[in-house]
């Protein structure tokens, strides 16, 4: 090949390396974005154990906005109910426990947007999930099996298996039927349903693109055979995601 050629080649190949946009491969995008992810549950000074976990969250926004799902939010409290908090990790790597509030919640898609206390975290992009396509892999961080594992967050690959209109399923076999009349009644949406085992304590968690980091669902229903501890010995491997343009009515919706 003539010098003239290969010169022009290689300045070509350096021209593109240069103007390409940086792209983190997976273990940097799971440490930019584990800072992000926080505890959602409830806490009471006079429970054994004081705080107990309901699922997973992520931070947005300014840093002091939470998504999770609705699900995981406890019933409408009363005086004497726990307290509704989130547990964000602090630089020295211990967790730290904030009140929360409920600013707004989409019960058909079952997501919730709250706003926690003190100071703002690390929040992260919320992308446009428009374009994700069929088998594109994805990756989800969370707290599976709530504390049976430990506080510590936990990532996993999952492959889009396909993108489908659905009724949600419901949290619980005995709300099936009256959640299926009313997604059926608020119109059907768009869901992710993913090649990838995720545990209850996931729910909540952010579906992001592993190497940007951006989110690009919320995982929310995961199908277990038989009861929750089944989970455990006998996991499906299918689990369900929200798309983020519905996080992103959420916060347009709140502000």
Not at 54 to 76: I, K, S
Not at 223 to 251: C, D, F, N, Q, W
Request: with cysteine; charged share 15%.
């Amino acid at each position: 090949m003539p010098d003239s050629i290969r010169r022009a080649l290689c300045g070509t190949a350096l021209l593109l390396m240069v103007a390409s946009p940086a792209r983190a491969d997976l273990a940097d995008t799971v440490a930019k974005v584990k800072p992000s992810v926080v505890l959602v549950g409830t806490y009471l000074a006079t429970d054994s154990p004081r705080f107990r976990l309901r699922g997973t969250g992520f931070l947005v926004g300014q840093g002091n906005e939470v998504v999770t799902n609705a699900h995981v939010l406890p019933a409408e409290a009363t005086a004497n109910d726990p307290a509704l908090v989130v547990q964000v990790r602090t630089a020295t790597g211990q967790w730290q426990m904030r009140e929360a509030t409920l600013l707004a919640r989409d019960n058909p898609r079952d997501l919730a947007l709250l706003r926690m206390a003190g100071q703002p975290g690390p929040a992260l992009a919320v992308g446009d999930s428009a374009t994700v396509r069929e088998g594109q892999e994805l990756a989800f961080t969370g707290f599976p099996i709530g504390g049976v594992l430990g506080f510590s967050p936990v990532t996993h690959r999952a492959l889009v298996a396909s993108i489908t209109e659905a009724v949600l399923p419901s949290p619980s076999a005995d709300r099936l039927q009256p959640q299926a009349i009313r997604s059926l009644r608020d119109g059907s949406f768009t869901i992710f349903q993913l090649d990838a085992t995720a545990y209850p304590g996931n729910s909540g968690g952010p579906l992001f693109h592993p190497q940007t980091g951006e989110v690009m669902g919320v995982i929310n229903m995961v199908l277990v055979k038989g009861t929750r501890e089944a989970a455990l010995s006998a996991p499906s491997g299918i689990s369900y995601a929200i798309p983020s343009v519905h996080v992103k009515e959420l916060m347009e919706r709140a502000k």
